[in-house]
């Protein structure tokens, strides 16, 4: 699941979309797999998340929000 919203993200980046992206391992820390253990992966940006599943049109309109 992580591989594939990866390769939707560096989609919307080929496709001209501005985006900066930072992975982060949640196995490295508790609080991260309490918060987001079912929900990954998780997109975060200007205070808003998306979590799986979600769909690549749903991805670009939920990035979009914040251009």
Known sequence: ??????AQLLSLIDGGMDL????????NSEELMDRYGITIPVIQTEGREIGWPFS????????????
């Open 20 to 27: 900066s992206i930072e992975l982060v391992e949640i196995a």
């Open 56 to 67: 690549a049109d749903a991805l670009q309109t939920f990035l979009e929000r914040d251009t």
């Open 1 to 6: 699941m992580c591989e594939e919203a990866y």
